[in-house]
């Protein structure tokens, strides 16, 4: 970028920087990339509560006026449900 000057920089800021890594290190992204690939959602399976099939289950706390409250959060993984489900107790 000194020999360059202000052209230089320009050039350079429009690069990519992933492409600045070695042959080593872009292969190890492509296996990272590839093992992450099929995984499923993170977190816990269970039933879902529209059609009994596999959802992804969060669940956590909310704050609220004078208690926290809890929920719980379904995203059903089967291809002809596809639902969405929030509950609060």
């Known amino acids: 970028t000194i020999r360059r000057g202000a052209a230089g920089s320009s050039e350079l800021a429009a690069q990519d920087p992933r492409e600045w ?14 093992a992450s690939a099929g995984r499923g959602p993170e977190g816990e399976i269970r039933p879902c509560p529209e059609c009994d099939g596999r959802a992804a289950f969060v669940s956590g706390s909310s704050a609220s006026f ?6 719980a959060h379904y995203t059903c993984l089967e291809p002809n449900c596809g639902k969405e489900t929030h509950v609060t107790e």
């Open 21 to 34: 890594a070695s042959a080593e290190v872009k292969a190890q992204r492509e296996e990272w990339a590839s």
């Open 66 to 71: 004078k208690m926290a409250k809890a929920y």
